[in-house]
């Protein structure tokens, strides 16, 4: 399994199921209201960036 995971990218991927329920159906993200999604992942991005320049230094 894992040989093939190493040639698949994000294109190759159709659907995603996480504990039995679709995240990923047809290539498009479902259950998710993607606008809150980005809302909360720029409130994050600062914090992200703090702790990745730390992990270099």
Do not use: A, C, Q
């Not at 040639?7 to 498009?28: E, W």
């Not at 998710?32 to 999604?37: A, K, P, S, T, W």
């Not at 980005?38 to 270099?56: G, R, S």
């Amino acid at each position: 399994m894992e040989s093939v995971i190493s040639i698949l990218n994000g294109h190759s991927i159709n659907d995603v199921l996480v504990g039995g329920g679709f995240v990923v159906r047809d290539g498009k993200l479902i259950g998710v209201d993607e606008g809150e999604l980005i809302e909360k992942l720029y409130d994050v991005i600062p914090e992200i960036h703090e702790k990745l320049n730390n992990i270099v230094r």
